[in-house]
């Protein structure tokens, strides 16, 4: 219950196109959804983030959709340019002041090609 | 930027070997995560720290693990006797207050155990 899921494993996107990476959840109790970035050799570095009382955040190219009933929320990064190339993980976060822990989804290897 | 960094890049040790994973979490952060990722695989949480204490930890983190705030500014993991499948990066993050829940993580360490 404590999963995340995240499709699709890897992605290929071509240059000014629209990339989606979607990410579900059991556990109704996760109240913070964030997105981190990561490349290679790097930690991960948070993106965006939203929370279940929205259903879209933007944030630039970075879009985030969150549908609570169906407990799915997605990433999509519009016009995705060749630095967009990373792996990206979802994550989902309980509120608990002090015991927060992220639980990350699997992970998505995005390659944006010319 | 205030980041969260972290010694060393990369650690090589033999099976049985213990090893010490330095961290520096941003300075004015007052809780202390370790998460660590298996070669392809997603990011784990392994434990979190708060008030020089153990806030919550995971079934990885078993009796082999002891975490450290040792001083003002730094905070270990260490691994008493290392096998084979602690070969890992092991990502430090850090967190601000209570209610804050971007966790920011540092560049991370990779173990590999012989």
Redesign the interface.
Known sequence: QQQVKQSPQSLIVQKGGISIINCAYENTAFD?F?W?QQFP??????LI?IRPDVSEKKEGRFTISFNKSAKQFSLHIMDSQPGDSATY?CAA?I?N???????????TRLTIIP | EPEVTQTPSHQVTQMGQEVILRCVPISNHLYFYWYRQILGQKVEFLVSFYNNEISEKSEIFDDQFSVERPDGSNFTLKIRSTKLEDSAMYFCASREIAGQQVQFFGPGTRLTVL
């Open positions: 913070y964030p981190y050799g790097k930690g991960p570095a948070l983030a993980f976060m509120s002041f002090g015991n927060e822990k992220l639980t990350f989804g699997t992970g």
